[in-house]
């Protein structure tokens, strides 16, 4: 069965960073554009940020200059690494793997609270 599965979120303050991971199994990983959305509550889920199987990426205008998503193929891996956390970066964060022919799958989300 297809799995991703995050990891790396938690508590963090303020101008802080955190590295998220999501570690994909089931599928052709290097097929796939792989994405990062978050949702807060009482609110729709966004992108923040798709990382193509060509390697080309787009970022929400919110976290441009702060966020990074890369992937490593080898491991079936995709990150976001995030620096200069703001409290309104606060959400669950979902992986997403997507390709048209197929659809698209969703890990289960991980919290990322920014806090002082």
């Known amino acids: 069965q297809v799995q991703l599965v995050e990891s790396g979120g938690g508590l963090v303050q303020p101008g802080g960073s955190l590295r998220l991971s999501c570690a994909a199994s089931?599928?052709?990983?290097?097929?796939?554009?792989m994405g990062w959305y978050r949702q807060a509550p009482g609110k729709q889920r966004e992108l923040v940020a798709i990382?193509?199987?060509?390697?080309?990426?787009n970022y929400a205008d919110s976290v441009k200059g702060r966020f990074t998503i890369s992937r490593d193929n080898a491991k079936n891996t995709v990150y976001l690494q995030m620096h200069n956390l703001k409290p309104e970066d606060t959400a669950v964060y979902y992986c997403?793997?997507?390709?048209?022919?197929?659809?698209?799958?969703w890990g289960q989300g991980i919290q990322v609270t920014v806090s002082s």
């Open positions: 990382i193509t199987s060509g390697g080309s990426k």
């Open positions: 089931g599928i052709t990983f290097s097929m796939y554009a």
């Open positions: 997403n793997a997507d390709m048209s022919a197929f659809g698209s799958y």
